[in-house]
């Protein structure tokens, strides 16, 4: 065995010399498989409701003759992810999953061509038959960006403009006074003027930047093209036509849906608010320690993505100094205003009206609705499982990412291909993208491995107060004004930074010409004042001003937000260019090297034929160790971030021991603890439903599983009630069986037991219109919100509505509480009271609990404790009301669960019957690899080290080589 060792050896450090050699598994026009290793029936995807495209006045005049006309391409993937939705839970076989995903292949097989174009000589965009998504093969790199460019002004051209605009804060100069709101918000979080927008952009590599004009210009060539004039969106009749993309509106779009999707922390204020109120109920000590046992932000049965510990933010040592307690909610800086101007005069339209102004008034709003309120901040989802735990000895992935359900989707597909040049990496990737960032793909794969993404909401963003100061005084923290635009910063008083940027506002287009707008919006300007605070660990936005009372005297502050890539929002663009790259990324190593790179914090999941790994990115701030993480802290100086995480500090691995990796929005590893806004890393989290899922598959398949069998885990999962699989089960006991229950809560009891022991599932298989189990379901969602209250009303009183724990997350969610603006996005489940619950119910039921809570809250109400009596007599408080209050209409129920597919252009789509999956999904096991010679020179963490020097490369291959030696022995 040492001598055959020694041959491969040498073989490999030989092969080190080699370029790498494509793998050509079929020519033509379409390039099918073309440095592929993947195969058709094992890497495959779907994205409801599909590709779509513009939506052109043809299209919308077809539309109105033919109501249930849709364009092509728009709703073709949503037949294939709704299918799964019905299907028995956890049972899906072989041949049905590819009926339920579609092939993910490099390039077009010559006979399911569609179209072909070439835009300009070097590119060539080619459509696939089944399914319209665009196929990009550039002569050069910048042919590709081009290539990419046109593509999404082709699928998505009105979109990127609403995001662009969203995200530069200048919405109202597109749709009218109604996207005032919303420039606002932008404002209150960036407030970035043009030379700042172009710096981050000169900020990138050369080449990154060439990148970003070869895209703006395919953009701009399609709009450009007298050609193109009958396939410009529909909007451009009654909204102003389409100015020319530029480098600097991919990064305002960029910072857009990091600031939804990549984010965590920021509730320093409300969480300081609602701790101030517990104090005035049961005094300093004790609030904290209700404050705590509610926040779960380290709790040692928190369920985990992997095993190691990953120690960070760590409570219990604050210094009492660092805290800023404010006096009430900051008021409203008063920046953003309207200067009327003449109205009247209708916007500029790029062709005849053909959307009645009624109607794009309407769709204005949901537009800004759309943006602002249409993401779920937590979903998407990943089952990683590792090839000791795979039938077939390679790993397999089941994972996407989800951000709820548009019309045309707000994701896009395309698939990419560019040759190394001299001068330029290679490019072949496919997979997706957001509108306007599609110059890289995002989540996808590459020639022999896959990626995805869930947020994780790691805490890179802090509210604190800056003390106000009169630079006129003899002592500047005396007389202090509470309008001051001077703050108090390491022993000086130093004046804010102030920008002012302004924006034309045409009339709303619902408007009709010679009058003026109908509420609340002027026509004319939006002027936005933004000031900030300059640290010396970074910028904060001001939010607002209140006031602290110190020693009986209140002391004007202002509360400020600061976010570690303020300013360097494309900065990340290196780690997803590198995914993009077949010489940068090619193992678990170099992979999570690229992910170091990216700032905004999400849970990066990969998959190769080898290996799986697992790394959760964000620029987190290293924080002083006397700062509470919480709480506001003052934004003097002494309470300063020290720096970053290093990058090996950040929760990551390679293989874990467990054979197997779930990720849910859930906590990443041991003792990482929670940011301030996220107040549920207690012993539930919805992640467990996956890994009870595989847990069935591995005891089904004698320890391990297929592909097939993590697909039927994350269908399980998409259709079961969490807090009813939970809790149920603990709240039968706390109620028991004795006498006396009234008959009306015998029945709802009865009906509960039948849907638990069933599954606990909301699906409607038979098509009825009505879940099956509907009364029970109908029950435990009216019960459960009740019994919140019944058990934390007494001690948190008033402020339960207010707390900042969010009170529940229900499939129906968008009609039950109004969330995003009243449209069912699918996200469940994600938080709430649940993971409380369940430790109260364990602790009144004498059951295991790690932590304890420190006090028994279920049947308690202040300076009483809770006791199991006391706890039966709420819970059966709360039945009672359900049983009066509950929705009595089952198919009322069931359509209020149903998928919305919010409107970010014109045409409506049907709705899908709920499930708790991501919207877009890669369904991946890859049983090839380029030769692991080519991988031999393996990136370290950037912030950690240098890349192994060439005369390092014999001793790094030899590393790979008894890595994989020892792989095959344990086989």
Same mark, same amino acid.
Not at 754 to 773: E, I, L, P, T, V
Not at 851 to 864: D, R
Not at 888 to 917: E, F, H, I, M, V
């Given at each position: 065995?040492?001598?055959?060792?020694?041959?491969?050896?040498?073989?490999?450090?030989?092969?080190?010399?080699?370029?790498? /050699?494509?793998?050509?598994?079929?020519?033509?026009?379409?390039?099918?498989?073309?440095?592929?290793?993947?195969?058709?029936?094992?890497?495959?995807?779907?994205?409801?409701?599909?590709?779509?495209?513009?939506?052109?006045?043809?299209?919308?005049?077809?539309?109105?003759?033919?109501?249930?006309?849709?364009?092509?391409?728009?709703?073709?993937?949503?037949?294939?992810?709704?299918?799964?939705?019905?299907?028995?839970?956890?049972?899906?076989?072989?041949?049905? +999953?590819?009926?339920?995903?579609?092939?993910?292949?490099?390039? /077009?097989?010559?006979?399911?061509?569609?179209?072909?174009?070439?835009?300009?000589?070097?590119?060539?965009?080619?459509?696939?038959?089944?399914?319209?998504?665009?196929?990009?093969?550039?002569?050069?790199?910048?042919?590709?960006?081009?290539?990419?460019?046109?593509?999404?002004?082709?699928?998505?051209?009105?979109?990127?403009?609403?995001?662009?605009?969203?995200?530069?804060?200048?919405?109202?100069?597109?749709?009218?006074?109604?996207?005032?709101?919303?420039?606002?918000?932008?404002?209150?979080?960036?407030?970035?003027?043009?030379?700042?927008?172009?710096?981050?952009?000169?900020?990138?590599?050369?080449?990154?930047?060439?990148?970003?004009?070869?895209?703006?210009?395919?953009?701009?060539?399609?709009?450009?093209?007298?050609?193109?004039?009958?396939?410009?969106?529909?909007?451009?009749?009654?909204?102003?036509?389409?100015?020319?993309?530029?480098?600097?509106?991919?990064?305002?779009?960029?910072?857009?849906?990091?600031?939804?999707?990549?984010?965590?922390?920021?509730?320093?204020?409300?969480?300081?608010?609602a701790f101030e109120q517990l104090t005035r109920t049961y005094g300093a000590a004790a609030a904290r320690r209700i404050f705590d046992d509610f926040h779960a932000a380290d709790d040692p049965e928190s369920p985990t993505t992997i095993d190691a510990p990953f120690p960070y933010e760590a409570r219990?040592?604050?210094?009492?100094?660092?805290?800023?307690?404010?006096?009430?909610?900051?008021?409203?800086?008063?920046?953003?205003?309207?200067?009327?101007?003449?109205?009247?005069?209708?916007?500029?339209?790029?062709?005849?009206?053909?959307?009645?102004?009624?109607?794009?008034?309407?769709?204005?709003?949901?537009?800004?609705?759309?943006?602002?309120?249409?993401?779920?901040?937590?979903?998407?989802?990943?089952?990683?499982?590792?090839?000791?735990?795979?039938?077939?000895?390679?790993?397999?992935?089941?994972?996407?990412?989800?951000?709820?359900?548009?019309?045309?989707?707000?994701?896009?597909?395309?698939?990419?291909?560019?040759?190394?040049?001299?001068?330029?990496?290679?490019?072949?990737?496919?997979?997706?993208?957001?509108?306007?960032?599609?110059?890289?793909?995002?989540?996808?794969?590459?020639?022999?491995?896959?990626?995805?993404?869930?947020?994780?909401?790691?805490?890179?963003?802090?509210?604190?107060?800056?003390?106000?100061?009169?630079?006129?005084?003899?002592?500047?923290?005396?007389?202090?004004?509470?309008?001051?635009?001077?703050?108090?910063?390491?022993?000086?008083?130093?004046?804010?930074?102030?920008?002012?940027?302004?924006?034309?506002?045409?009339?709303?287009?619902?408007?009709?010409?010679?009058?003026?707008?109908?509420?609340?919006?002027?026509?004319?300007?939006?002027?936005?004042?933004?000031?900030?605070?300059?640290?010396?660990?970074?910028?904060?936005?001001?939010?607002?001003?209140?006031?602290?009372?110190?020693?009986?005297?209140?002391?004007?502050?202002?509360?400020?937000?600061?976010?570690?890539?303020?300013?360097?929002? +494309?900065?990340?663009?290196?780690?997803?260019?590198?995914?993009?790259?077949?010489?940068?990324?090619?193992?678990?190593?170099?992979?999570?090297?690229?992910?170091?790179?990216?700032?905004?914090?999400?849970?990066? +999941?990969?998959?190769?034929?080898?290996?799986?790994?697992?790394?959760?990115?964000?620029?987190?701030?290293?924080?002083?160790?006397?700062?509470?993480?919480?709480?506001?802290?003052?934004?003097?100086?002494?309470?300063?971030?020290?720096?970053?995480?290093?990058?090996?500090?950040?929760?990551?691995?390679?293989?874990?021991?467990?054979?197997?990796?779930?990720?849910?929005?859930?906590?990443?590893?041991?003792?990482?603890?929670?940011?301030?806004?996220?107040?549920?890393?207690?012993?539930?989290?919805?992640?467990?439903?996956?890994?009870?899922?595989?847990?069935?598959?591995?005891?089904?398949?004698?320890?391990?599983?297929?592909?097939?069998?993590?697909?039927?885990?994350?269908?399980?999962?998409?259709?079961?009630?969490?807090?009813?699989?939970?809790?149920?089960?603990?709240?039968?006991?706390?109620?028991?069986?004795?006498?006396?229950?009234?008959?009306?809560?015998?029945?709802?009891?009865?009906?509960?037991?039948?849907?638990?022991?069933?599954?606990?599932?909301?699906?409607?298989?038979?098509?009825?219109?009505?879940?099956?189990?509907?009364?029970?379901?109908?029950?435990?969602?009216?019960?459960?919100?009740?019994?919140?209250?019944?058990?934390y009303g007494g001690w948190l009183t008033s402020n339960l509505g207010g707390f900042p724990k969010t009170l529940d997350n229900p499939p129906n969610d968008a009609h039950r509480y109004g969330s995003y603006s009243g449209y069912n996005v699918g996200s469940a489940f994600d938080g709430g009271w649940?993971?409380?619950?369940?430790?109260?119910?364990?602790?009144?039921?004498?059951?295991?609990?790690?932590?304890?809570?420190?006090?028994?809250?279920?049947?308690?109400?202040?300076?009483?404790?809770?006791?199991?009596?006391?706890?039966?007599?709420?819970?059966?408080?709360?039945?009672?009301?359900?049983?009066?209050?509950?929705?009595?209409?089952?198919?009322?129920?069931?359509?209020?669960?149903?998928?919305?597919?919010?409107?970010?252009?014109?045409?409506?789509?049907?709705?899908?019957?709920?499930?708790?999956?991501?919207?877009?999904?890669?369904? /991946?096991?890859?049983?090839?690899?380029?030769?692991?010679?080519?991988?031999?020179?393996?990136?370290? +963490?950037?912030?950690?080290?240098?890349?192994?020097?060439?005369?390092?490369?014999?001793?790094?291959?030899?590393?790979?080589?008894?890595?994989? /030696?020892?792989?095959?022995?344990?086989?």
């Open positions: 065995m040492p001598r055959r060792i020694g041959r491969v050896c040498a073989a490999l450090l030989a092969a080190l010399m080699v370029a790498p /050699v494509s793998v050509g598994r079929s020519q033509g026009i379409g390039q099918y498989r073309v440095n592929d290793y993947g195969t058709p029936e094992l890497v495959r995807n779907i994205m409801p409701a599909g590709q779509g495209a513009n939506v052109t006045v043809a299209q919308t005049a077809q539309e109105q003759l033919q109501p249930d006309y849709l364009p092509p391409h728009l709703h073709d993937q949503a037949p294939l992810y709704d299918a799964a939705t019905l299907l028995p839970p956890g049972q899906v076989s072989d041949s049905q +999953l590819q009926q339920l995903t579609k092939e993910e292949s490099f390039g /077009v097989a010559d006979d399911q061509i569609a179209s072909v174009e070439t835009p300009r000589p070097g590119v060539t965009i080619i459509r696939d038959k089944a399914w319209g998504v665009p196929h990009i093969f550039g002569a050069s790199r910048e042919d590709a960006k081009f290539g990419a460019g046109y593509v999404t002004a082709e699928d998505r051209l009105f979109q990127i403009d609403v995001l662009r605009h969203a995200g530069r804060g200048n919405l109202a100069s597109l749709i009218g006074s109604s996207g005032f709101a919303s420039d606002c918000t932008t404002h209150y979080g960036t407030g970035y003027d043009p030379a700042e927008e172009a710096r981050q952009v000169a900020q990138l590599p050369a080449i990154g930047q060439e990148d970003l004009r070869s895209f703006s210009a395919g953009v701009n060539a399609f709009v450009h093209d007298p050609g193109n004039a009958n396939r410009m969106p529909v909007e451009y009749t009654v909204f102003p036509p389409f100015a020319d993309w530029s480098p600097e509106d991919t990064l305002v779009v960029a910072g857009l849906i990091g600031a939804n999707l990549g984010f965590g922390g920021g509730s320093e204020a409300s969480n300081t608010l219990g040592h604050a210094d009492p100094a660092s805290v800023a307690l404010i006096d009430k909610p900051a008021a409203d800086p008063g920046g953003c205003t309207h200067t009327p101007g003449p109205s009247g005069a209708a916007p500029a339209s790029s062709g005849q009206a053909a959307m009645p102004r009624a109607r794009a008034a309407r769709h204005a709003l949901d537009i800004v609705s759309a943006v602002r309120s249409g993401f779920p901040h937590h979903m998407s989802n990943a089952l990683v499982v590792g090839a000791d735990r795979s039938v077939d000895g390679h790993p397999l992935a089941v994972f996407g990412s989800q951000a709820a359900y548009w019309s045309p989707e707000i994701y896009m597909e395309m698939d990419v291909h560019a040759p190394a040049t001299a001068d330029t990496p290679g490019w072949d990737a496919r997979g997706f993208q957001f509108p306007g960032t599609g110059v890289l793909v995002e989540i996808g794969r590459g020639q022999d491995f896959a990626w995805s993404a869930t947020s994780a909401g790691g805490d890179n963003v802090d509210q604190r107060v800056e003390r106000l100061c009169n630079p006129n005084s003899a002592n500047p923290l005396q007389n202090v004004d509470t309008g001051s635009t001077h703050y108090w910063y390491k022993g000086r008083c130093l004046p804010m930074v102030e920008k002012t940027l302004s924006y034309p506002v045409p009339p709303s287009p619902g408007s009709p010409p010679g009058s003026g707008p109908s509420s609340l919006p002027f026509v004319g300007v939006e002027t936005f004042k933004v000031e900030r605070a300059v640290h010396d660990d970074g910028i904060a936005v001001i939010q607002g001003r209140t006031t602290v009372t110190s020693n009986g005297v209140a002391v004007p502050v202002a509360v400020s937000s600061q976010r570690t890539n303020f300013l360097r929002e +494309l900065d990340q663009a290196v780690g997803f260019d590198q995914w993009n790259t077949p010489s940068a990324v090619h193992d678990a190593a170099s992979f999570i090297a690229a992910a170091a790179h990216i700032d905004d914090t999400f849970n990066w +999941l990969y998959v190769d034929d080898h290996d799986i790994a697992y790394y959760q990115s964000g620029l987190l701030p290293a924080r002083n160790p006397g700062a509470d993480p919480d709480l506001l802290t003052w934004g003097t100086g002494e309470w300063d971030w020290q720096g970053m995480l290093p990058a090996d500090q950040h929760p990551h691995a390679i293989n874990p021991a467990r054979g197997w990796m779930t990720s849910w929005n859930n906590r990443p590893a041991p003792h990482f603890g929670a940011a301030d806004s996220n107040w549920n890393y207690g012993p539930l989290y919805r992640n467990q439903m996956l890994d009870q899922g595989l847990r069935h598959a591995f005891a089904a398949g004698g320890g391990k599983t297929t592909l097939t069998g993590v697909f039927a885990a994350m269908q399980a999962a998409s259709v079961e009630d969490f807090r009813a699989r939970q809790l149920l089960g603990y709240i039968f006991d706390v109620i028991g069986d004795p006498a006396p229950l009234s008959p009306a809560e015998q029945s709802a009891l009865a009906a509960l037991r039948s849907w638990h022991a069933d599954g606990d599932n909301r699906q409607d298989r038979s098509k009825s219109g009505a879940y099956a189990h509907a009364d029970a379901i109908s029950i435990f969602d009216s019960f459960y919100p009740h019994a919140i209250h019944t058990i649940m993971d409380a619950i369940d430790k109260d119910l364990r602790q009144v039921l004498g059951r295991p609990v790690t932590l304890p809570h420190s006090h028994l809250y279920c049947g308690g109400a202040e300076a009483t404790e809770g006791s199991l009596p006391g706890c039966r007599t709420v819970l059966l408080a709360a039945l009672d009301t359900a049983i009066q209050d509950h929705q009595t209409d089952y198919r009322k129920l069931t359509a209020d669960d149903r998928l919305d597919y919010r409107p970010l252009g014109l045409q409506a789509l049907p709705t899908s019957p709920w499930t708790n999956r991501p919207t877009q999904q890669q369904v /991946v096991e890859f049983t090839s690899h380029r030769p692991r010679a080519q991988a031999a020179a393996v990136a370290t +963490l950037p912030n950690t080290g240098a890349a192994p020097t060439p005369a390092l490369l014999p001793l790094v291959a030899l590393l790979l080589l008894t890595r994989v /030696v020892r792989r095959r022995q344990r086989r």
